[in-house]
Each structure stands twice: as C-alpha cells, then as structure tokens.
C-alpha cells in the first residue's frame, strides 16, 4: 500500500501562488504516476496536473497549463504542486493521488486552496 498526505492549501488572493505538497510512504517503489486532481463544490473531481515518477514526464490540463508546474523530489518521495496566477475558479479541494505498477490507485485526503477576487 501507499499513503499519501497533502500539504500547503489554504487561502489567498487571486493573482497570488500557493506550492502544495504530496508526502508519500509504504511501498513507494510502485508508483508509476503521480497526479494532482481537485474538485470544486458541486463539481466533479477533474485532472489537473501529472508526472511520471521515474522519468518526470509531465501532463496539465489546459486550464493550468502556463501556470501550474508539477515536480518531483524521488530523494523525498514528495511531488509539489506549484499553482501562480490563481483565479478565483481555481478554489477547489485538492487530492494527491498515485498509480502504481499494478494499476491499483491510492489516493491523499484532500487540502483546501481557496482563491479570493
């Protein structure tokens, strides 16, 4: 099994940044992909950035690309979530999540980024 364990929501200022963290333990040799989602009230959770662990391949949505970066950090076992220029529709609850080699998902609990207008 793996664990994950979001940091770094909270609330700011459109036009401002927010760099969220994704801890992760156990059996962190299988993760294949990691992921950022996030899912607004009364929406569906959708993607919003990934990268593959071994190679730092990434992918974002189109609605953060140019201002949302993904990394990282094999050392840690960390990935960060680098979020400038956030806009109000960015205020969504956050999840970390990762795809190991069997193709089993696992998913953190969530932090909160709210963005002022």
């Known amino acids: 099994q793996v664990q994950l364990v979001e940091s770094g929501g909270g609330v700011v200022q459109a036009g401002g940044s927010l760099r969220l963290s994704c801890a992760a333990s156990?059996?962190?040799?299988?993760?294949?992909?990691m992921a950022w989602f996030r899912q607004a009230p009364e929406k569906e959770r959708e993607f919003v950035a990934s990268?593959?662990?071994?190679?730092?391949?990434?992918s974002l949505a189109d609605s953060v690309e140019g201002r949302f970066t993904i990394s990282r950090d094999i050392a840690t076992n960390t990935v960060a979530l680098q979020m400038n220029s956030l806009k109000p529709e960015d205020t969504a609850v956050y999840f970390c999540?990762?795809?190991?080699?069997?193709?089993?998902?696992?998913w953190g609990q969530g932090t909160q980024v709210i963005v002022s207008s």
């Open positions: 999540t990762t795809r190991v080699v069997s193709g089993r998902r696992y």
């Open positions: 156990g059996r962190t040799s299988s993760m294949h992909t």
């Open positions: 990268i593959t662990y071994s190679g730092g391949s990434t």
